[in-house]
């Protein structure tokens, strides 16, 4: 099964992927989260980038396509979660064809709906483990152990250059010129299937569950 998971900056996307790798053995493939690693290797292209990232801006359709294509090549039986790609028309269109020419069937796209208040919540209390990637929460979901990730045991916990106040009103701003477009784009195709992102995290997996039978 192959799915996108659509919805603007902190709808939970990463969280829900991170479950369905775990729960059915799905490929996530975040395009912020390879972003986000060509930058601490300090390619070219990371280095180019940045910037672009901090700011809270679109990164050009050029690069996360080919960053995508270099994923499918490498193929996957298990399927994948789409998540932070596509972003543009111009992506959307791209991701077709690259799936059409690697055999491969897109099965649904689920949007994530949840309120601008509720996501500069979830985005200012965000913070990550820099050793395995769980994603937590000051709020909502605190580590256990102050400090200390309930994974993997690591210390390096961090926050994103990104969520502030100023590049998450761009990247709000990025998100309604320029992705929103897409929930028409895949209503259209008879592909999208919305659920409430606004509820906990348990219920809104359970609704993707429910999306993806
Ligand atoms: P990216 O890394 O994709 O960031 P994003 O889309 O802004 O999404 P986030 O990772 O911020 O949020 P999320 O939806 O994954 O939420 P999460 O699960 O973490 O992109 C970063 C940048 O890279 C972009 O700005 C751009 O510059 C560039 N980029 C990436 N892809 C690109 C592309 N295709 N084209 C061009 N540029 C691209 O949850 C957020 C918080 O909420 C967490 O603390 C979590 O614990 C909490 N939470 C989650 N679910 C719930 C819930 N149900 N209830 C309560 N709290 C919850």
Same mark, same amino acid.
């Given at each position: 099964?192959?799915?996108?998971?659509?919805?603007?900056?902190? =709808?939970?996307?990463?969280?829900?992927?991170?479950?369905?790798?775990?729960?059915?053995?799905?490929?996530?493939?975040?395009?912020?989260? +390879?972003?986000?690693?060509?930058?601490?290797?300090?390619?070219?292209?990371?280095?180019?980038?940045?910037?672009? +990232?901090?700011?809270?801006?679109?990164?050009?359709?050029?690069?996360?396509?080919?960053?995508?294509?270099?994923?499918?090549?490498?193929?996957? !039986?298990?399927?994948?979660?789409?998540?932070?790609?596509?972003?543009?028309?111009?992506?959307?269109?791209?991701?077709?064809?690259?799936?059409?020419?690697?055999?491969?069937?897109?099965?649904?796209?689920?949007?994530?709906?949840?309120?601008?208040?509720?996501?500069?919540?979830?985005?200012?209390?965000?913070?990550?483990?820099?050793?395995?990637?769980?994603?937590?929460?000051?709020?909502?979901?605190?580590?256990? =152990?102050?400090?200390?990730?309930?994974?993997?045991?690591?210390?390096?916990?961090?926050?994103?250059?990104?969520?502030? =106040?100023?590049?998450?009103?761009?990247?709000?701003?990025?998100?309604?010129?320029?992705?929103?477009?897409?929930?028409?784009?895949?209503?259209?195709?008879?592909?999208?299937? !919305?659920?409430?992102?606004?509820?906990?995290?348990?219920?809104?997996?359970?609704?993707?569950?429910?999306?993806?039978?």
């Amino acid at each position: 099964m192959n799915i996108i998971l659509l919805g603007p900056p902190g =709808a939970g996307k990463g969280t829900q992927a991170r479950r369905l790798v775990e729960e059915r053995g799905m490929v996530q493939l975040s395009t912020g989260d +390879m972003l986000r690693e060509a930058r601490t290797s300090g390619s070219e292209m990371g280095k180019k980038v940045a910037a672009v +990232m901090d700011a809270g801006q679109l990164v050009t359709d050029e690069i996360v396509i080919g960053l995508i294509e270099e994923k499918i090549l490498e193929g996957n !039986s298990a399927g994948y979660i789409f998540d932070g790609f596509p972003r543009t028309l111009g992506q959307a269109d791209a991701l077709n064809a690259l799936l059409e020419r690697n055999g491969v069937k897109l099965d649904t796209v689920v949007e994530m709906q949840v309120d601008d208040s509720a996501l500069v919540a979830r985005i200012s209390g965000r913070f990550t483990c820099g050793n395995c990637g769980e994603v937590y929460h000051d709020e909502t979901k605190p580590t256990q =152990a102050d400090g200390v990730c309930d994974e993997c045991g690591s210390t390096d916990l961090k926050r994103r250059a990104d969520d502030n =106040a100023e590049s998450l009103k761009t990247r709000l701003m990025e998100y309604y010129k320029k992705t929103s477009a897409l929930v028409g784009y895949y209503y259209a195709r008879g592909e999208l299937q !919305s659920v409430d992102g606004l509820q906990g995290v348990e219920e809104v997996a359970a609704d993707i569950s429910k999306a993806l039978a």
